[in-house]
């Protein structure tokens, strides 16, 4: 079979073997998602399987429905690190700052560093950045594939959690005939996409649903039905049963409707305010919408906080901002038309 | 590469050979879904690659969220079809009455019948039927690769639609390591899962978003919170401005709910009641429970329509007979333990 990752083939296998007879922990960012967990676990697990000594830690508590990515591998959080040296690996971590100032004060110099986010710059002695993976644990499963190592059933398990919940179940851009081609091989080694499945979608709590109907009877539509707005008022998570976690997913929904571009979530919490953008096309640059309310993240998804203001006055600076984009970017189709 | 269907290699070709000269139309089943017409029109595209003259043929209309499959291929309702003598194949139809009864009039005697349907009797001359395909589509493609044959991009993207509505995303469990690698085969031919998401996944109208809404906020719990009912009264299409197409899908939120193993849809309409029932596991045979109010399905998917009840009347025999149903489950697993 041809090489997945011929450019890191070299590399991977010299950088195991200047893991022999270190103890590693393997970490990775603050609230940590399905690409986060499976790749710390399958990583965690390969080594272990190799014969090294490793752990996966975490600054935050694996997420109710990605636990069965876990299984029984080792995994703790900071407090529950080993004394003594341990080799740092963080995997999905876009700079080391994710993972929260312990680690990094415990790890100032990172002995490696698996990504696949455009914004990565390589913070370790060993780096295996790729953005054109559509989830760290793609690359991961790849290396493990062009190396032979023992993937485990659960191990395969975990990639495909991590690659599943990264590509939003295969429907996002990044999903490429390498991701396929890789799941393909994981079910071979045990993975399993319905049981997957059953525990990310499957295990909702009435409260989630509850919460979903109130966002989805705030909905509002702004710039001619281009923008559609859901909003979370304070208390909604105490009224509903519910934390913050359950509002994953929900903006989907805002940016789901036919003639919307962009769908926002407006989430009010004790004076402050947070808001996720989702656009539909990378054009509207909902970073740089973000970055104008010192917030950030990618072309079509972004996020920011803003504190000590009222939430009619953020949201009609939001909506002005959002307009302002519309037009500048149908002026710029028209001229380079 | 290896087949991926050895067993029907030698008969698909001498199949092929045999459309040599015909007129075709490839015909799929009322109210058509992702898989016929990815199917009808993969199928179609590459016959007329082939240089046999081949259109596609349906009871119903094309949904709003599938027309990206059909692309430039010809597709006619029944009265579209030409005079003359035309050979008849029958794809992702269980048996030949699904089509409705005007076609099967006109073709009497179907040349071929391609499925992957369980109760498929083999109704026609040559029969291509796999039951452990996650879809019609993933059959044709797999023939399609074997042979050689040339899949456009069209082609390959409405073969993708097939395979992603039919596996529900590549989240059920008919979903298998030969998917993927068939997936992965159709992007390098064309196919583009993000396109097919935002038409599939991405053109919600705000009517059905607030139906959902009033779905979700009449979910009530039954059998000590696992059975999940949702009910739509009498009039809300048109209270919402959607059609019955809308509600595909509501019931799945009812089923979501960790702890609830069945999810119930009930429908008033007019003096009428339909009813759609969904299990988590099949152990709970679904199409059992449709059966005693006179309808059918599968052991996890199943529905059923009344006449002349109450609606509180049927929701009560329901709720006693899938209590019965439960407490009859957990009784064989006492046995069998």
Do not use: W
Not at 113 to 118: G, T
Request: net charge negative; with cysteine; aromatic share 8%.
């Amino acid at each position: 079979m041809e090489l997945i990752y011929p450019e890191f083939y070299d590399r991977f296998a010299a950088f195991l073997r200047s893991l022999e007879n270190q103890r590693v922990v393997v970490i990775s960012h603050a609230r940590p998602d399905g690409d986060c967990i499976g790749s710390q676990v399958a990583l965690t697990r390969v080594l272990r399987a190799l014969g090294i000594d490793a752990i996966c830690a975490n600054p935050d508590p694996t997420p109710r429905r990605i636990q069965f990515a876990v299984g029984d591998t080792p995994l703790v959080r900071f407090e529950g690190l080993p004394a003594g040296p341990l080799t740092a690996i963080y995997v999905d971590c876009a700079d080391q700052s994710r993972a929260g100032e312990k680690f990094k004060t415990r790890f100032p110099a990172p002995f490696a560093n698996i990504d696949h986010h455009l914004s990565n710059d390589g913070f370790a002695a060993h780096n295996f950045i790729d953005v054109g993976s559509a989830a760290t644990a793609e690359i991961l499963a790849g290396l493990f594939i062009d190396h032979h190592l023992p993937i485990d059933a659960q191990a395969a398990q975990s990639l495909y959690a991590g690659i599943a919940t990264d590509t939003g179940q295969f429907r996002f851009n990044s999903t490429s005939r390498r991701t396929f081609m890789i799941v393909g091989e994981l079910m071979a080694r045990g993975a399993q996409p319905a049981a997957a499945a059953a525990e990310l979608y499957e295990r909702e709590t009435p409260g989630k649903l509850d919460l979903l109907q109130r966002f989805l009877a705030s909905l509002r539509y702004e710039c001619d039905g281009r923008v559609c707005i859901g909003s979370l008022p304070d208390g909604i998570y105490a009224a509903t049963g519910t934390s913050q976690e359950d509002a994953e997913g929900l903006v989907d929904y805002a940016r789901s409707i036919e003639g919307v571009d962009i769908g926002v979530l407006i989430e009010e919490q004790s004076g402050s305010i947070k808001a996720s953008l989702r656009a539909k096309d990378p054009v509207y640059r909902m970073d740089l919408i973000a970055a104008r309310f010192n917030g950030g993240g990618h072309a079509c998804a972004a996020g920011l906080n803003q504190k000590n203001i009222e939430v009619d006055t953020f949201r009609a600076q939001l909506v002005a901002a959002l307009r302002e984009q519309l037009e500048a970017v149908a002026s710029l189709k028209k001229t380079t038309r």
